[in-house]
Structures are given as structure tokens and as C-alpha cells.
């Protein structure tokens, strides 16, 4: 293809009029006017073509005009003729209301505008991009490889890449990393120092480039890709059915394993038009919640060590109220850490035998709460040494963290009422009584009590939902529906589906090439996202307030990297 004709053949046109959750895409197209050289139908929203050189001014005028505030991801990926660049954008208001923007670029030449002047966090996702799929993008500030090294040869997802070609990797001996840099002229008190990528003080395998003047923060860059695995070609390489379903577990491996099945099982059920029955709805939403509450206990835990050191106390304090919920998991599913409990349809299998004991022993822990976060709040929130360090710290305003496409507890932290489980409903949680926590402080104070207030509110949902599955008659238990044993989504069917992780929107985009398995496989992190943000959080503050942030942004290096 040329770049006179950009347009995509094999995509059908939506009819005139469509509509989805009140958003009136003839509307959004008259106001793209000729930015708009052509529109496709994808499952969860419709999608305008763009030019390469007119992206920019179309991600604009969606933002200021027509309220798209939201990039949650940029996705990359090649066809036979040509290269692709997809915007997936949403509203911070009301996420149900979601468009695309596609901008395909010739094989010869896929360079395409930067959208970085409309959305921060597309300067990562661009990275991203230009990393594994080599495209290029006019005006990005920094356009260099961001999990691979800079000499790396090669774009890994590109489909002529040579996974056997030898790779050379310079070592720079005894270079000054800032012997080019004089902001402060030759008297400048101008430091660099590195920060990791030693795993126990950055939350995994995490460099931190940090530039010092003085004593405070002039600039910190987050070096990443220590923990890269390919995760997305993994899973382009497996079937829907049953191949796909363990790697999720490993992305955000510590803590969030259904909840990143989930975001698997969601994309894929919507996108091969699959039913869960509504039993199984609710022993996910409850194993759910039970890993959030194990995964913000873990970020208390790993925050208070980070800040002032109590490893005795409430590190292991926090760890043995984890493990109570992690032993409820392990009765459930049969594993502790990789859970792949979930299957397309529903659940692996039913609660264990007794049903009594597990709602008994799950009733206890849940009565147990109350008076263990008191204790909680007493040993964190109340400390005086901890509210110095975090209060007005790592402050990230509102509007900030919405242009980077911060979600979870980092953005609720900010004042950002933002939660796909009420926004974009799914599972069983629009039947539930629960509610969203935000917090205006957008310090790393607001983080640590938004995460300890989700505890309550995960517990009321688990209560509830325990309620629910005791009653439920016996032989109305269906943990699966019935699915085909191999499935072969129509070509070029597009689904963008995610779901609210512990530490934020997780999600999953697929395109299908009639095939078992995807023709692409891309992966939304939350912690990607989020880390992005550190240097607005740290420039300014000293480096103690850097770590503090760091921990505040509950990370997980495997979910970063993927």
C-alpha cells in the first residue's frame, strides 16, 4: 500500500447512526471531518482511520472536543501490506464510551506522528512500539528502545525477525554519563546516581537513571526490560482454549493472578462470543477480591519498609494477614502463587469439600479485618515518622496522572474517580453493595490509605458474595459453559476488553487471523503506566521522597516488562 491510500480493505464499515452506550460515532466522524479517511467496526468500540502525518491533530480534537481524556494503550502490530498503530481511547467519566484511533504506514517507510503531544503516555507506548515492532514516530522527544538495549539488533514482533542472528552488546568503559551536561555551569553541584537494578529497593528489577542538583531530584529515568519475557508473542504462539490461560498469572506474579486471568478470559469470551454462567461470576468476583486484599497487603508491607525501615513489626505483620488470604486461595484453586484457576466459560472447578469449613474459615479471616486494620492505621497511618515522609510527597495532581493514563490506587489517590469493576461492569460486582474509594491528597499518603480503604471494600464484597454461594441450590452450580473445544474467532475480528487489577486497568487487546491463535496479543499494564509517572511525582524532592514514591506506586517489575 501507499501512503495516498492508507486505508484498510478487509475492514467492513459500521452502519450509519451505530451507537454504543449513548456515544454517536456519525458525530465523532463529522467532527474528525477529513481526518477521518475511513472507519471500521472493532467488538468493543469503532475505529477511525487516520493519516500518518495527521495524528496529532486527530488525538487533539477527540481529547478537547469530544472528551476522550483517557489513552489507555497504543498497539502496534504488522499485516502482509503494512504496519499499524491503533490509539485505544477512553473516558475517565465513563469508560463504556471508547474509540479508536488506526494509523497504518507503508511497509517501506512506518514512520507515523507521535500522539506523545496529546497524551503523555503515549511516549512509553511509542517506545514500546518502535522497540518490538519498529515503527517510528515524527516529533516522539526520546524515541529509543525501551526494554531492550539500545544496540539490540532488530525488532522482535515483527515477522521477518531472525531470532537466531547474533547480538552484540557494547560495554562503555569509564564513560562520565553526564559529561555533556552543564545546566548548573562548571560550578554545578550536579550528581548522578544510580538506583538498582538491584531487586530489594526498587520492587523488581528496576534502574533508576536519577539526576541530583544539590540534594534534590532533577531528573529521574526509569531504565526497564531487566525482566522482559516476550509475554505477547508467547501468547500468539498458543490457542485460545487452553494454552493462553497460564501465562497471566506470571505478568503480575505476586499477587493479582486471577485478576490478570480475568483480563484474559473477558477479551477472549467477548471476542469468541462465549456466556459465563452466573454461579461461576460469582466465585470470581469473590476469588477476585480475595487477591486484591493479598496484593495490597503486600504494597502496605513493602511501602512500610520502604519509608522507615520496620521490617520486624509491620512487614511481617502485614505478610501474615497475606498468607491467611493466601491460604483461602490455595483452597480454592490448588495453588499458591500461579493460580490458572480460571477457564474461558467460567472456573476450573467448583469450591472445595467441605463447603461449610472453606465458608467458615473465610468468614473468620473476614470478622478477623476490622480490628486488624484499626491495628494497621494505628502502626502506619498514625505514625508520626511515616506522615512526615509521605505527607505532600510524590504529589501527582489530577490532571497529570490523567494524561499519563494512570489508573488504580495511584490514580484514586489523586482524586481520580476512576474503577472499571463500576464504570464497565463485569463479573458479578454491579450486583453487589461496595464502594469506589478515592482520595484528594495525590500524595503518597492518599495511596497507602486508598489501598487500606479497598481492603474494607474488597472484604464486603467477598461477604457478599459468600452469602450468595452458600444458598445457591445445588443443582444450579454450572462453573462452566459450554465452550467449543477449538476456537477460530472470524478474521480480523478486533477486541480491546480489560479489567480493574489491583494496581489498575489491565488490559488485553486481540486480533484474530481465523486461526486457534491470535494473530496479535497485546498486553495493557497498569504498572507500565504508572511508573511513568515517577518523575513528575520526584523532580524537586529529595531522594528519600523518590523511594517513598517509587513504593507508593506498587510495581511489579514482571507486569512492567512483561
Known amino acids: 500500500m501507499s501512503l495516498e491510500d492508507p486505508s484498510r480493505p478487509e475492514a467492513e464499515a459500521a452502519p450509519v447512526g451505530e451507537t454504543a452506550d449513548g456515544l454517536d460515532y456519525d458525530a465523532l466522524e463529522a467532527l474528525l471531518g477529513d481526518l477521518a479517511i475511513g472507519r471500521e467496526s472493532h467488538i468493543n468500540a469503532e475505529a477511525f482511520v487516520v493519516r500518518p502525518d495527521q495524528v496529532e491533530e486527530a488525538l487533539l480534537t477527540l481529547r478537547d472536543e469530544a472528551g476522550f481524556d483517557h489513552c489507555s494503550c497504543v498497539t502496534a502490530q504488522e499485516y502482509e501490506d503494512r504496519y499499524e498503530s491503533i490509539y485505544h481511547l477512553?473516558?475517565?467519566?465513563?469508560?463504556?464510551?471508547?474509540?479508536?484511533?488506526?494509523?497504518?504506514?507503508?511497509?517501506?517507510?512506518?514512520?507515523?506522528?507521535?500522539?506523545?503531544?496529546?497524551?503523555?503516555?503515549?511516549?512509553?507506548?511509542?517506545?514500546?512500539?518502535?522497540?518490538?515492532?519498529?515503527?517510528?514516530?515524527?516529533?516522539?522527544?526520546?524515541?529509543?528502545?525501551?526494554?531492550?538495549?539500545?544496540?539490540?539488533?532488530?525488532?522482535?514482533l515483527r515477522k521477518d525477525y531472525n531470532q537466531e542472528q547474533p547480538q552484540v552488546v557494547t560495554l562503555r568503559e569509564h564513560a562520565n554519563p553526564l559529561q555533556d551536561d552543564h545546566r548548573g555551569g562548571e560550578d554545578s553541584d550536579t550528581m548522578f546516581l544510580n538506583i538498582g537494578p538491584h531487586h530489594p529497593a526498587t520492587h523488581g528489577v528496576l534502574h533508576l537513571k536519577t539526576t541530583l542538583d544539590g540534594e534534590t531530584v532533577a531528573d529521574v529515568e526509569s531504565d526497564i526490560g531487566y525482566l522482559h519475557r516476550c509475554e505477547e508473542q508467547l501468547c500468539q504462539q498458543g490457542n485460545y482454549r487452553h494454552q493462553i490461560m497460564p501465562y497471566p498469572d506470571r505478568w503480575d506474579y505476586i499477587s493479582a493472578g486471577i485478576l490478570n486471568e480475568w483480563a484474559y478470559a473477558r477479551t477472549a469470551e467477548d471476542l469468541a462470543d462465549l456466556e459465563v454462567p452466573e454461579y461461576a461470576q460469582v466465585i470470581r468476583t469473590m476469588s477476585a477480591e480475595m487477591c486484591r486484599i493479598a496484593s495490597h497487603m503486600l504494597a502496605v508491607a513493602t511501602f512500610a519498609l520502604d519509608v522507615y525501615g520496620d521490617f520486624t513489626a509491620i512487614f511481617m505483620y502485614a505478610m501474615q494477614d497475606r498468607e491467611n488470604m493466601q491460604n483461602l486461595l490455595e483452597d480454592l484453586t490448588g495453588q499458591r502463587l500461579m493460580f490458572n484457576y480460571l477457564r474461558l466459560g467460567g472456573v476450573a472447578w467448583d469450591l472445595p469439600?467441605?463447603?461449610?469449613?472453606?465458608?467458615?474459615?473465610?468468614?473468620?479471616?473476614?470478622?478477623?479485618?476490622?480490628?486488624?486494620?484499626?491495628?494497621?492505621?494505628?502502626?502506619?497511618?498514625?505514625?508520626?515518622?511515616?506522615?512526615?515522609?509521605?505527607?505532600?510527597?510524590?504529589?501527582?495532581?489530577?490532571?497529570?496522572?490523567?494524561?499519563?493514563?494512570?489508573?488504580?490506587?495511584?490514580?484514586?489517590?489523586?482524586?481520580?474517580?476512576?474503577?472499571?469493576?463500576?464504570?464497565?461492569?463485569?463479573?458479578?460486582?454491579?450486583?453487589?453493595?461496595?464502594?469506589?474509594?478515592?482520595?484528594?491528597?495525590?500524595?503518597?499518603?492518599?495511596?497507602?490509605?486508598?489501598?487500606?480503604?479497598?481492603?474494607?471494600?474488597?472484604?464486603?464484597?467477598?461477604?457478599?458474595?459468600?452469602?450468595?454461594?452458600?444458598?445457591?441450590?445445588e443443582e444450579e452450580r454450572t462453573i462452566q459453559s459450554n465452550v467449543p473445544r477449538t476456537l477460530k474467532p472470524e478474521p480480523d475480528t478486533e477486541i480491546y476488553r480489560s479489567v480493574e487489577a489491583a494496581k489498575g486497568e489491565l488490559g488485553i487487546y486481540i486480533r484474530s487471523d481465523g486461526t486457534s491463535k491470535p494473530g496479535r496479543f497485546k498486553i495493557r499494564s497498569p504498572c507500565f503506566s504508572n511508573l511513568q509517572t515517577l518523575p513528575e511525582m520526584s523532580q524537586g524532592e529529595y531522594i528519600p521522597d523518590l523511594i517513598a514514591s517509587l513504593g507508593s506506586l506498587d510495581i511489579v517489575l514482571g507486569e512492567v516488562d512483561r
Not at 106 to 121: C, H, I, K, L
Not at 128 to 151: M, Q
Open 90 to 156: 477512553r473516558k475517565y467519566d465513563d469508560p463504556t464510551q471508547e474509540v479508536g484511533v488506526v494509523v497504518p504506514t507503508s511497509r517501506d517507510n512506518p514512520v507515523s506522528q507521535s500522539g506523545n503531544e496529546a497524551y503523555r503516555t503515549a511516549d512509553w507506548h511509542e517506545r514500546e512500539a518502535y522497540d518490538l515492532v519498529g515503527i517510528e514516530y515524527d516529533d516522539h522527544p526520546d524515541l529509543r528502545r525501551i526494554l531492550l538495549p539500545e544496540t539490540w539488533q532488530g525488532h522482535p
Open 353 to 473: 469439600e467441605p463447603r461449610e469449613e472453606f465458608f467458615e474459615k473465610t468468614r473468620d479471616l473476614l470478622d478477623d479485618l476490622p480490628e486488624r486494620l484499626e491495628e494497621y492505621h494505628n502502626l502506619i497511618t498514625s505514625n508520626e515518622i511515616f506522615q512526615m515522609r509521605c505527607v505532600d510527597t510524590g504529589v501527582l495532581e489530577p490532571e497529570v496522572a490523567k494524561s499519563y493514563g494512570a489508573t488504580g490506587p495511584v490514580a484514586r489517590g489523586s482524586g481520580v474517580d476512576y474503577d472499571l469493576r463500576r464504570d464497565d461492569p463485569y463479573g458479578y460486582y454491579d450486583e453487589l453493595d461496595w464502594d469506589v474509594v478515592t482520595e484528594d491528597g495525590c500524595d503518597n499518603y492518599a495511596r497507602v490509605l486508598v489501598r487500606m480503604q479497598e481492603v474494607e471494600e474488597s472484604a464486603k464484597i467477598i461477604q457478599q458474595c459468600v452469602d450468595l454461594l452458600e444458598d445457591w441450590p
